[in-house]
């Protein structure tokens, strides 16, 4: 069974850092490109960022370009999200998803808080 | 940025009744490879995201079948032939041509 379990949200301070990762299981991790995909509070989805099988590509969208940064440890089947700069309208539920092009299986999700 | 709008926002339904959901890209979506990779999902209430749709019209394992997707290059629909109390929820459409990638507004269904 595919599973995707986020972890590393929480309350953090504007200007603040936080690491986000995703367990994966279930699947063949590096076989797989993985995508962040966001839900701010009462508000639609937005995409985040992609990298693919093996870390040489990865993806951003304007809005954390510079201050966000994905990664992956294929032996550790591990996906992560480091945020830095953060900023109230990053406040949102962080999901986890499996493929970039037709994104099937999504994590519950996380949710990071920017507030002072 | 590819933008990609639905339509209505909204959309109250009578149980047993059709459902349509109107999906328009700002650029065509036909990649290099010939797919075209124009996604739906399904939210419901405090849920994750689920897949319905992918590549237009090809309906994910466990998808009731009276979900359907059509439509090509920059307009694409979602259809319900008969919603059910369970279709409760909010879709949304996603496009993987382009990057970065981008998602629809989202269409809020709810019943009547």
């Known amino acids: 069974e595919v599973q995707l379990l986020e972890s590393g949200g929480g309350l953090v301070q504007p200007g603040g850092s936080l690491r986000l990762s995703c367990a994966a299981s279930?699947?063949?991790?590096?076989?797989?490109?993985m995508t962040w995909v966001r839900q701010a509070p009462g508000k639609g989805l937005e995409w985040v960022s992609a990298?693919?099988?093996?870390?040489?590509?990865?993806y951003y969208a304007d809005s954390v370009k510079g201050r966000f940064t994905i990664s992956r440890d294929n032996s550790e089947n591990t996906l992560y999200l480091q945020m830095n700069i953060l900023r109230a309208e990053d406040t949102a539920v962080y999901y986890c998803?499996?493929?970039?092009?037709?994104?099937?299986?999504w994590g519950q999700g996380t949710l990071v808080t920017v507030s002072s | 940025d590819v933008v990609m709008t639905q339509s209505p926002l909204s959309l109250p339904v009578t149980l047993g009744q059709p459902a349509s959901i109107s999906c328009r890209s700002s650029?065509?979506?036909?990649?290099?490879?010939?797919?075209?990779?124009l996604n739906w999902f399904q939210q419901r209430p405090g849920q994750s995201p689920r897949r319905l749709i992918y590549?237009?019209?090809n309906r994910d394992s466990g998808v009731p079948d009276r979900f359907s997707g059509s439509g090509s290059v920059t307009d694409f629909t979602l259809k319900i032939s008969r919603v059910e109390t369970e279709d409760v929820g909010v879709y949304y459409c996603?496009?993987?041509?382009?990057?970065?990638?981008?998602f629809g507004q989202g269409t809020k269904v709810e019943i009547k």
């Open positions: 990298i693919g099988v093996s870390s040489t590509t990865t």
């Open positions: 996603m496009q993987g041509t382009h990057w970065p990638r981008t």
């Open positions: 998803v499996r493929g970039v092009s037709w994104p099937d299986f």
């Open positions: 590549k237009v019209s």
């Open positions: 650029q065509s979506l036909v990649y290099s490879d010939g797919n075209t990779y």
């Open positions: 279930g699947f063949t991790f590096s076989s797989y490109a």
